[in-house]
């Protein structure tokens, strides 16, 4: 059951960061995704979860490299859907 909500809530993430890459302007959206990412970074290596990060790096035009490190690393554990 409780991976029936994740599932939702996550599903309903990742439609708000698509809405939020294409409604708002540059600067505001860069700055709401920079902070969300660095919200679900730390969750990146639960399959459930890790979508909602790769989700936000797919519209951000300067991503930490810190983060493009972890994924790099790593690049079959990590792949975008």
Do not use: W
């Not at 708000?16 to 919200?39: G, N, P, V, Y």
């Not at 979860?49 to 790769?54: S, T």
């Not at 519209?59 to 490299?65: A, E, G, H, S, V």
């Amino acid at each position: 059951m409780i991976f029936i909500v994740v599932e939702v809530l996550r599903d309903t993430l990742l439609k708000q960061i698509t809405e939020i890459s294409e409604e708002d302007s540059e600067q505001t959206r860069a700055k709401k995704l920079a902070e969300m990412l660095e919200k679900s970074f730390p969750v990146i290596r639960n399959k459930k979860l890790q979508p909602i990060a790769m989700h936000i790096m797919k519209f951000m035009p300067n991503i930490k490299k810190e983060y493009l490190t972890e994924v790099g690393d790593q690049p079959n554990k990590y792949r975008c859907h």
